[in-house]
């Protein structure tokens, strides 16, 4: 039911057949865990055979046992009980045979996805495996094991309705195929109800027809199958009873012999209301050990122990019509129209350098392909890593390639599948490529005159090579079938006169007969053998480090094509797979590279804060917003401020190794980061200095006051836009009314020169009831070092006093000396403000603006609103409280406005009083209504949080200025019609 929460599982048990995968499907699954796939508190087991061929059942039978196993010990039992299962959810996943088409079997081949989760991750066919079982079909099932086969990927538009009320037995859950299909797979026979009466595999059309639904489809062995409780343990029960004792590890330990047996057609099968014990006795079932052969007696016997043990318990059938079921054929064609024919991006967790020459039709899935590679229509390239220039044809599937591949591809045709394989023998590892044609059958008999090597007949390739079909297959035993090509040993390993052989050995099958004296030479393993013999641990280990490899080469693109793609997922993955530290010295070096743009400079930084945080871990180490002025770091931020960002980030650099041995640190460093990228942010935002004209004037007469009353203004559309890095790298597009409050223009500020060359500043604010003044003397320079400190008393005019040059601190002359040759004396500056304190109308901005103008008129200097505008923009990134240009805007230009800012720096404001009709401002008027919640609306601890998301590209984010900028331009529309004078219709 689609309402229900997904299953939390107890347990996730992964089973496999070669043991020296363990360890690296272990990590794999523990990523996984990491990530959220599965549930934080599950307990994960990858459980190897005890031996080959132990068939899924035997398979299921050890994993269960395992699985009690360690529940019992978290239990504090002695021994394996089955009380722990009473609350237990299980998940059995077997990992299936070998596959050709991944080194590292089908449950971890990678496909063209991207992950949702919040670390960046591939999507492999168990992810998407795990998702559908734990939301879509398990949720709402009782305590009980689940067990499913990861060699198909199942796909449900929708969750099934599965009633569980009142539910024993065993459930199987199927898919709809259709009837030709099934002849290679096998189907449920139900009685029209939901019991099932047989299972059919691989059976003649007109058998499978008898199970054909109302749909004409035939319900598939589709893989999920669920035991509750009870038949849980009834099945436990059976890893005593010898033969079944052979297919534990406890059985093996034991000196039990193997013994291969099917979760289908043995396990099952004993359920099934149509099979008598004679039938499931001493049946023939294809796929399963005969029980009239060899080992017809333990086989026999088994089947004994099953039909004793689990014969009773009803078997059920859930029918889901709209699923579909694909499972991964070992046909190369097959598997690459699987790949090419997703909905989805030509490149997944890839480093295209020139995307446009991929055709449109193929995937680049986790490769770095650098310089001029040219990828033609339907090809895959997987886990490659490529130099140009190339050109690699169509309908190809390269798989584990490095640069040296570049040579081969010249001569490379189409429809050609090369792949990589890391391989060991004993102690010996080695790299072993092996070469095939796109329309081989693998499994086609070498005798069937169809059968095909590198897309040709075997007697053509024979008869162009020179090659003998015995130098190929050997002898081959008597009374065994015709070997296939799977066992063909093709595939040069080494020389005896130089030792490993290379990519030259697949150049040497696609050429022929000028490479067959060393071909014959050379010791050789067939596809089969390649595949037994994988070392998956270095082979994950190639992916991710091809994975992280290609992640930060797009962290470089991302930063320097200054794309609004969010890296925050690219980083919770670095740091959960410790290569944080070369994305560290990544991000420091696209900063120090960036003084041309410190917008990109100071989002690389706000990315080593956000890497920090990501290493500290989620909720330690205390909450990213606070200080950053810790001695420790101000060399570095020094060298920032001077302008030296190349020596600024290496001091940062040198400093951030001594903060990441603790949590707490490593947020505490985090916030000096971002603290370092305000430095740089208010460099940048500082170009918009260059916008102010000031033209010299008639200076007052001494006590002559200059004042300025200014309104307070409303955000219509489109706020948040104007904020700075937003405002230049995206542009903003703001529409913002000036109004008064109480009829009176609230906010204003007035100056006067005096004698005394002293700067007397008086700030008043709050209303009548609950007005609070500040004065403060300033008579030296010192008294003004704290202008940037926004808490300080009089910062906000001391910063006035600074950015409208009437003041100079870097300097050797004295405030006295300043004021006398500046001013003729001193000055006396004003101002207040009668709304409350945080009222977010724009406040402090409007003052600054009030204030700037009343101190350069004092000066006898002019300037205009929109130098206004640019200086308080200035003025506010000295006084460090950041902020965007919409606040002046809205309370220095009167009416209705629309302000924009291009995605560029300098930082360059324009506005447009918008030609409202007397009516229309006059019904706005009349549906606006001012209300005081009393709430203080704290600006710089939420524009710290804003800047950080969109430094961070949060999606959401994104988004919604997105939504902001196109709002902004919609209500200019509607109320002004498409075209608004200086701006285009966009």
């Not at 057949?17 to 796939?37: P, T």
């Not at 797979?185 to 008898?210: A, N, S």
């Not at 700075?724 to 529409?735: K, L, M, R, S, Y």
């Not at 004092?858 to 240009?885: F, Y």
């Amino acid at each position: 039911m689609s309402h229900l929460q997904p299953l939390n599982w107890t347990v996730v048990v992964l089973t496999c057949q070669h043991k020296d995968s363990v360890y690296a499907i272990q990590k794999e699954l523990e990523l996984r865990q990491q990530c959220g796939h599965l549930p934080q508190e599950a307990l994960l087991l990858i459980v190897s055979d005890p031996e080959q061929c132990l068939g899924s059942g035997g398979a299921t039978l050890n994993a269960l046992l395992v699985a009690t196993e360690h529940l019992s010990a978290r239990a504090g039992h002695t021994v394996v009980t089955a009380d722990v299962l009473d609350d237990a959810h299980i998940l059995i996943l077997h990992t299936g045979r070998d596959f050709p088409w991944d080194s590292c079997g089908r449950a971890f081949s990678w496909l063209p996805a991207q992950s949702q989760a919040k670390a960046e991750q591939p999507v492999c066919c168990l992810d998407l495996l795990l998702d559908c079982l734990t939301k879509q079909i398990c949720p709402g099932s009782p305590p009980g094991v689940w067990v499913c086969s990861t060699d198909a990927m199942l796909t449900l538009p929708t969750a099934p309705a599965i009633s569980w009320e009142g539910f024993s037995g065993v459930r199987v859950v199927s898919l709809p195929g259709s009837v030709s299909y099934a002849t290679n797979h096998g189907v449920y026979l139900t009685d029209g109800q939901d019991r099932v009466r047989d299972i059919i595999y691989r059976g003649p059309k007109d058998r499978i027809r008898q199970a054909m639904q109302t749909d004409g489809k035939v319900p598939l062995v589709s893989g999920p199958v669920f035991f509750c409780r009870q038949a849980s343990e009834r099945l436990l029960q059976t890893h005593v009873c010898p033969p079944l004792d052979g297919c534990t590890y406890m059985g093996m330990d034991s000196g039990a012999p193997s013994l291969q047996i099917s979760l289908f057609l043995d396990v099952l099968l004993c359920l099934c209301l149509d099979v008598n014990e004679k039938q499931f006795m001493d049946g023939e079932r294809q796929g399963c050990i005969s029980p009239s052969g060899p080992q017809g007696a333990p086989v026999r016997s088994a089947r004994a122990v099953l039909w004793k043990m689990l014969r009773g318990i009803p078997l059920t059938i859930v029918y889901v019509p709209d699923g579909c079921y694909d499972y991964l054929t070992v046909s190369g064609d097959e598997h690459i129209r699987r790949i090419t024919e997703r909905e989805s991006k030509r490149e997944t967790l890839s480093h295209v350098q020139k995307l446009q020459l991929v055709s449109e039709d193929s995937k680049v899935i986790n490769s770095v392909l650098e310089g001029d590679v040219s990828v033609l229509s339907g090809t895959v390239i997987q886990h490659c890593c490529l130099q140009g220039p190339m050109v690699i044809p169509s309908g190809c599937f390269l798989s584990g390639l490095d640069f040296s591949a570049s040579a081969l591809c010249p001569s490379l045709p189409s429809n050609i599948i090369i792949q990589r394989h890391r391989v060991q023998l004993g102690d010996l590892k080695l790299i072993v490529f092996t070469v095939l044609g796109r329309h081989d059958d693998l499994e086609a008999s070498c005798a069937d005159p169809a059968a095909t090597f590198l897309n040709e007949k075997w007697s053509s390739y024979c008869s162009r090579t020179g090659i003998q079909p015995g130098e190929i297959w050997g002898t081959a035993d008597k009374g065994a079938g015709p070997p296939c090509l799977l066992d063909a040993r093709l595939f040069p390993v080494l020389l005896p006169s130089r030792g490993a052989v290379g990519l030259e050995g697949v150049e040497g099958l696609l050429e022929g007969a000028g490479r067959v004296k060393e071909w014959r030479e050379a010791w050789k393993l067939s596809l089969r053998e390649v595949l037994s013999c994988t070392d998956q641990q270095e082979e994950l280990h190639w992916r991710r480090e091809l994975f992280f490899q290609a992640a930060q080469r797009r962290t470089v693109d991302t930063l320097k094509g200054r794309t609004e793609q969010s890296l925050l997922p690219s980083i919770r993955a670095t740091v959960l797979g410790g290569q944080q530290e070369n994305l560290l010295q990544t991000l420091d070096f696209v900063a120090a590279g960036s003084s041309e743009d410190l917008g990109v400079a100071a989002r690389c930084l706000a990315c080593v804060a956000d890497v920090l945080g990501c290493m500290a871990g989620e909720g330690k180490g205390g909450l990213r917003s606070g200080p950053a002025a810790n001695p420790c770091w101000a060399p570095a931020f020094a060298l920032l401020e001077k302008g030296d960002l190349l020596g600024g980030v290496k001091a940062l650099a040198v400093e951030r190794k001594n903060w990441l041995n603790r949590p707490d640190l490593l947020v505490r460093a985090a916030r000096h980061y971002e603290g370092a990228g305000q430095v740089l942010l208010r460099q940048a935002v500082m170009s918009a200095q260059r916008f102010v004209a000031v033209s010299q004037g008639e200076v007052p007469p001494i006590g002559e006051w200059q004042e300025f009353e200014c309104p307070a203004r409303l955000d219509l559309s489109g706020g948040w836009t104007d904020t700075p890095p937003i405002a230049f790298e995206c542009g903003g597009t703001v529409v913002n009314v000036a109004v008064k409050v109480d009829g009176e223009r609230p906010i204003g500020a007035r100056a006067r020169r005096i004698r005394e060359p002293r700067l007397l500043l008086v700030s008043t604010s709050g209303g009548q009831d609950c007005r609070v003044t500040t004065e403060t003397m300033c008579e030296t320079l010192r008294d003004l070092e704290d202008h940037c400190q926004p808490q300080a008393p009089g910062a906000l005019l001391k910063a006035v006093c600074v950015c409208s040059g009437l003041v100079t601190l870097s300097t050797q002359q004295t405030l006295v000396d300043q004021l006398l040759q500046g001013c003729g004396g001193g000055l006396e500056l004003h101002s207040w403000s009668l709304l409350p304190h945080g009222s977010g109308m724009g406040t402090s901005s409007i003052l600054a603006g009030a204030a700037l103008a009343a101190v350069y008129r004092c000066m006898g200097r002019m300037v205009d609103t929109n130098s206004l505008i640019h200086a308080v923009l200035h003025l506010e990134q000295t006084l460090t409280t950041g902020g965007g240009w919409q606040d002046q805007v809205g309370g220095l230009v009167g009416g209705v406005k629309l302000a924009r800012s291009s995605a560029c720096l300098p930082l360059k404001v324009q506005v447009e009083k918008l030609n409202l009709s007397e009516d229309f401002l006059q019904s706005l008027q009349q549906h606006l209504l001012l209300v005081y919640t009393g709430k203080t609306r704290l600006a710089r601890n939420l524009l710290q949080d804003v800047v950080r998301s969109w430094y961070s590209r949060v999606p959401s984010i994104v988004e919604n200025i997105r939504q902001l900028k196109r709002c902004g331009l919609c209500v200019c529309r509607t109320w002004c019609g498409a075209g608004i004078a200086g701006f285009p219709p966009t």
